[in-house]
């Protein structure tokens, strides 16, 4: 529940005309220097937080400016008339950014930072409404980076970076993730799942006492119960690739901005030879839960594609390497919850078959939850589903649903509705039975391993779904000759009067 006011939402709805006004378009150019701003604010207060603790412990003080009067301090700058403040933020303030190293993974984002806004009375407006957001308050401050995100979806932006906070949140939930285990996504695009990881623990971990009030009533979790995890929280919880500079500045700010200081975020095509080089930890056996939506079409330099991927599956398809990737990147044991166009299910290639065979023979593939195909409109019609599946182990039965609404309208508006069933959908996954779960007429039920080898591992729900044959009772011809009957005596007494009329 957003803690954001109706005025802050206002406040940020007006910064995006501005730089829509201003000639800056692009939403994610938009959100870029936006960030910027934020970071350069969030520098000044971590700085005077900093400042604060060394005089009240006498302990010496490192800070990244040179003392409370340097003139690239937000506090400093924020006030100077439109042209001096242009050239200070632009000649100082973001050459400085270039040589900040270390502290937030968001510094190393900044090595090719750039001021894109070139008119003075912009840079005022920017300046002065950041300075007015909620960015220093807990829950608040993550709020608002959302709903700057939210701006991506309204501005129709390329939709493979914002999956729906709702199924990001239902997917986080069907693995239910620990505060002792390292969480990741090989395409991270802004970090919603890794931020849907967060806002869980959270919310699973906060004592009747740690749990507060907003000003609006709304409930605000502190996650005082995640106080002994806080160093593995902050600092090797998260890790995140993905190949888009932009991305991942914004994912990083987003982390940041929702209590996580110091994420693993890197610049890196996961499927690429360099990952396993540069990231051997994550890039093999090294994380316990991963999420993931990641890119069904995308052009691929096959001679690029680490052979680990290529010798599990012989394609070129991104979907299905990604699947093999997640397989390398998980521990034994690990689990994951991956978004899958639906030709992944049934796909009658080679590679199709071999990857779903990995799946089901050399793992446990636990569930197939299959959408409805407007969950990602207005980008794309597309039916997806999503696969929930264990490293290692191997498969006994795998439980399928078939979710027909998620809580919004399948067209290109996605207004909400009532009809949702992806409470239910998380309830019958928490109570699965294989004995009790064989109604195949229903919207869920479990298929043993046996008959879905037998089908060739086709995992397509409607391979397996049986129609409900509703018996129809008539009544007996005479019955109904007599009614026939009736109703022809009721049409000829009816013509007779009109003809009386006449």
């Given amino acids: 529940m957003s803690t954001l006011t109706t005025q802050q939402k206002g406040d940020i709805d007006k910064l995006w005309t501005e730089f829509w006004t201003g000639g800056i378009t692009n939403p994610l150019t938009v959100i870029e220097q936006i960030s910027f701003l934020m970071f350069a604010r969030l520098l000044d207060v971590m700085e005077t937080t900093g400042e604060r603790r060394a005089a009240r412990t006498k302990k010496p003080f490192r800070g990244r400016f040179n003392g409370p009067n340097d003139p690239r301090r937000w506090k400093n700058f924020k006030q100077k008339d439109a042209g001096e403040l242009l050239r200070v933020v632009r000649d100082e303030v973001f050459p400085h950014f270039r040589k900040l190293n270390g502290g937030t993974t968001f510094a190393e984002y900044m090595q090719d930072a750039q001021l894109m806004v070139h008119k003075p009375s912009l840079l005022v407006s920017a300046v002065n409404m950041i300075d007015k ?10 709020d608002l980076y959302e709903y700057l995100l939210s701006k991506l979806t309204t501005a129709g932006i390329n939709g493979q970076f ?9 997917m986080v939930e069907l693995l239910e993730p ?19 990881v967060m806002q869980y623990l959270l919310e699973t971990h906060t004592s009747s006492k ?30 995140g690739f993905d190949f888009d500079a932009t991305m991942l500045r914004i994912a990083s700010m987003n982390l940041m901005l929702h209590g996580v200081d110091n994420p693993d975020i890197h610049y890196q095509d996961t499927l690429s030879n360099s990952f396993p080089e540069k990231f051997s930890k994550q890039a093999t056996g090294g994380l316990d839960v991963i999420l993931a939506n990641p890119p069904f079409k995308g052009s691929l330099d096959e001679g690029d594609v680490h052979p680990t991927l290529t010798q599990a599956v012989k394609t070129k398809k ?28 049934f796909g009658s290639s080679k590679a199709h078959a071999a990857l779903r065979e990995l799946l ?5 593939l636990e569930a197939v939850f299959a959408l409805p195909s407007g969950v990602f409109k207005p980008y794309a019609g597309v039916s997806t589903a999503i696969l929930v599946f264990t490293k290692g182990g191997k498969t006994d039965h795998v439980f399928f649903y078939d979710v027909d609404a998620d809580g919004y ?7 909400p509705v009532g009809e949702n069933d992806l409470p239910d959908a998380l309830e019958r996954w928490r ?55 009736a109703l022809e005596s009721e049409i000829a007494k009816d013509l007779s009067e009109l003809e009386a009329m006449l």
């Fill in 431 to 485: 109570k699965r039975s294989a004995k009790k779960d064989i109604d195949r007429t229903a919207k869920h039920f479990m298929v043993p391993v046996e008959e879905i080898e037998r089908k060739s591992f086709d995992l397509s729900i409607n391979r397996y779904k049986e129609a409900k044959h509703e018996a129809v009772e008539y009544d007996p011809p005479k019955k109904i000759v007599a009614k026939l009957r």
């Fill in 162 to 170: 914002r999956t729906p906070r709702h199924i990001i949140r239902f």
């Fill in 133 to 142: 957001l909620p960015i220093t308050d807990g829950d608040a401050k993550g």
């Fill in 318 to 345: 991104t979907e299905l390497l990604f699947l093999a990737l997640i397989l390398r990147m998980l521990k034994k044991g690990g689990r994951s919850a991956t978004i899958v166009p639906d030709g992944v299910l």
């Fill in 210 to 239: 740690g749990k507060l009030r907003g000003e609006n009533g709304e409930a605000i979790f502190t996650g005082d119960l995640l106080e002994p995890y806080r160093d593995h929280i902050q600092n090797g919880m998260f890790h």
């Fill in 409 to 415: 309208s399948l067209d290109d508006k996605r207004d």
């Fill in 178 to 196: 620990k505060p002792t285990e390292t969480i990741g996504d090989p395409a991270c695009g802004t970090a919603g799942f890794l931020v849907g």
């Fill in 360 to 364: 089901v023979k050399d793992n446990q």
